[in-house]
């Protein structure tokens, strides 16, 4: 066995550069390469676990804003800017809209149906007409909006819930577009707590269509939601413009200091367990917080105005579920500064992308409505409080329905949001395709050639 005092041996062309022998100089350096690398991989390791914790909550810090304010959305699945086209149905197209928009008599006014809950189906149609993102070529469409205001028309007595199912079976069987993708690009809003449960036959018809509505849940009356959360939207509630214009509001924020109640809850009974445990807990601490026995109508019901003067005056605003999972309370609370907290277990809420609600509104278990909400509440310090009113006000300009060219509203949250449902090939179940690339029905009829009525898939 050959010695380690032994020559090297000769490696072939391997050998031919021999390099010089290792020196004390040479270990040492080597030494100090080890030692270097070992402590800068500590230190690279420390910072990338502990960074993402720190950066990485919370990180869109309630609102994504560019560096002008505007109203930013990321990038990934939305992509870099808006860029869809939606066509609008003309009331004037399709026989039956105009029954939907405005009763079987046509007597119901546009403008009574931008008041209350319901409005925000007008104010999205209005909106829609005006947007640059309109076209008026079927061809080129992305999506397509089919208007109607159900809603209102129901509640005004233009058409009854029989009425109303048959006059949206006969719009669609008119609507080719509709019946090429099986309804995947076609919009429709149901702007209540009945969500599109309004029209009875959504499942047999709509049930692959878009639709926007406040309303996530509705499994406690009809076993079933119309709502699903991978095509459909979430829209904000439609809260009184007197409150959400630019400017000066109806009713001006007050002062922590000077607000009365740690808490309030506006709004009637209903026969719903929540509500009637705050209306009890009022009762047992009046002081604390504020629970007034709400009127239909009559001298004490509350005008628009006294309501929000009310609402104003607590710190934390309870927004309790009602005939249905949402609230519009919740919306509400943001416009006077109030930090809404959320006792609706099954609500869901809009624009989930780009708002850390987290940071601006609490959720507080429905099952837990009692004395330990209050002391909860009681404990946050005022501090913490206007932190959240302030970073509510950065976000609230979201549940404005405004047009689409101001810098942050809720119609332009809803374009990103159709963005991302829009598809560039359109199929269904009565929709073949031949090796042309042309479109037929079951009877090889081209598309183009298609006439209705026609059978709806």
């Known amino acids: ?20 022998p290792c020196t004390r100089t040479h270990q040492i350096g080597a030494l100090f390469l080890v030692v270097s690398t070992f402590f800068l991989t500590r230190l690279f390791d420390q910072w990338y676990s502990v960074t993402p914790a720190i ?101 005004m007595g233009g058409l009854n819930d029989k009425e109303i199912n048959q006059t949206y079976v006969k719009v669609l069987s008119q609507m080719p577009y509709f019946r090429r993708s099986g ?114 109508s009559g001298t004490e019901k509350f005008g628009r105005t006294t309501y929000f003067e009310h609402l104003r005056n607590a710190k934390f605003c309870l927004a309790p579920r009602g005939e249905s999972s949402w609230t519009l309370r919740f919306y509400e609370s943001f416009f006077v500064e109030c930090v809404p907290v959320l006792l609706s277990d099954h609500a869901e809420l809009p624009f989930q992308n780009v708002i850390d609600y987290a940071q601006v509104s609490i959720k507080w278990p429905s099952s837990r409505i009692g004395a330990e909400l209050l002391d909860y509440l009681a404990s946050i310090p005022d501090r913490d409080i206007e932190e959240m009113i302030s970073r509510g006000r950065k976000i609230r300009c979201l549940f404005v329905y405004g047009p689409d060219y101001a810098p942050c509203s809720a119609v332009k949250g809803i374009l990103w949001e159709l963005q991302r449902k829009v598809r560039h090939f359109h199929q269904s179940t009565e929709t073949f395709w031949l090796h042309n690339g042309s479109f037929v029905n079951r009877e090889l009829v081209h598309f183009s050639s298609w006439r209705p009525p026609m059978p709806l898939p």
């Open 1 to 20: 066995m050959a010695s380690l005092s032994s020559k090297p041996r000769n490696f072939g062309a391997y050998s031919s550069h021999y390099a010089t």
């Open 55 to 155: 950066d990485l909550h919370r990180t869109y810090s309630s609102v994504i804003t560019s560096d002008n304010g505007a109203l930013r959305w990321p990038e990934r699945g939305y992509g870099s800017h808006l860029s869809l086209k939606i066509y609008v149905y003309d009331e004037n197209e399709i026989d039956g809209l105009k029954e939907l928009m405005y009763g079987r008599d046509g007597g119901v006014k546009t403008a009574s149906c931008l008041k209350g809950q319901w409005g925000s189906q007008v104010k999205i149609h209005k909106l829609l007409m005006e947007s640059k993102f309109r076209t008026s070529k079927k061809g080129e469409a992305d999506l397509f909006f089919v208007p109607a205001y159900a809603k209102c028309v129901r509640m």
């Open 183 to 296: 309804g995947r690009d076609h919009i429709f809003v149901f702007p209540s707590g009945a969500g599109a449960h309004l029209f009875r036959s959504w499942s047999t018809f709509i049930n692959r269509s878009i639709i926007l509505t406040p309303e996530g849940d509705r499994t406690d009356k009809k076993d079933t939601t119309a709502f699903n959360t991978w095509k459909d939207i979430i829209i904000p509630g439609n809260v009184d413009d007197a409150m959400t214009r630019n400017g000066q509001p109806g009713v001006q924020p007050l002062p922590l200091s000077k607000r009365k109640y740690l808490a309030n809850y506006l709004g009637r009974a209903q026969g719903k367990a929540g509500r009637l445990k705050l209306i009890d807990l009022s009762k047992q601490y009046p002081d604390k917080l504020e629970c007034p026995d709400l009127k239909f």
